[in-house]
């Protein structure tokens, strides 16, 4: 932190106080802040950052782009969630707009949006989302990577918020075969994919049908056998 502040202060005083460097070094600042969990002064390196980058490249330029997924991330961790969908939309657009859909800077953001959109029950939207974070996946890492299968349990993860329990354990298979081949069957991904899809069909089993699913008030359910078990799957 005191050497981003003595960078901050001298490049200040090189370059003065509109300059997208001063712009970048507060960006640094304010990362450390939201690693501490100190959201109000990361906020305001954050914004500060940001109004810079605006009246020296312009409020369309792509530099802010991430500047703007960190405020974003800030309104998310305190639930501020139609707030946070504003500025990874923005971001998003700036990327997108700089650099087309499929580039490494545009899915990571594009996964908080459908994150969101889950979080609101916007599952037809979500799904939408998380298709093209696959499609991106797959162009810039291939058919058989971690980033990959991430996708398809995020995909998983809709269905079976809809109950659409076949669909869920088709995706997270998909999820658990490429976590099997390029992580090991002991990684803790390839576990967690693994309990996914034995909870699904244990309700597959409980239920009887593939087109009614598990309660979904997020408690715990009696599993029949004497016990309790969770039924939800592991989120992304």
Known sequence: MTQYKEAHDLTMNLRGMNHPEVAGILHYIGGIHHKRGDYSDA???????????????????????????????????????????????EA???????????HPDVAPTLKSIGTILTKKGEYDEAYDVFRDVLSIKCTLHGTDHPEVANAYKSLGNIHYKRS????????????????????????????????????????????????????QDGGERTSGRGGTRTSDVQEV
Request: proline content about 4%.
């Open 43 to 89: 906020m305001d390196c954050y914004q500060e950052a940001v109004r810079i980058y605006h009246s020296t490249l312009g409020p369309g330029h792509s530099a802010v782009a991430a500047t703007l997924v960190c405020i974003g991330s800030i309104h998310y961790k305190k639930r501020n969630l139609d707030s946070a969908m504003m500025f990874y939309r």
């Open 164 to 215: 659409e329990l076949a669909d869920a354990e088709r995706q997270y298979r998909h999820a658990l075969n490429i976590y099997r081949r390029t992580k090991g069957e002991d990684h803790p991904d390839t576990v967690g994919a693994r309990t996914s899809i034995e909870h699904i069909r244990y309700w597959m089993r409980e239920r009887g049908s593939k087109q009614q699913g598990p309660p």
């Open 92 to 102: 998003f657009r700036l990327n997108r707009d700089a650099y087309g859909l499929h």
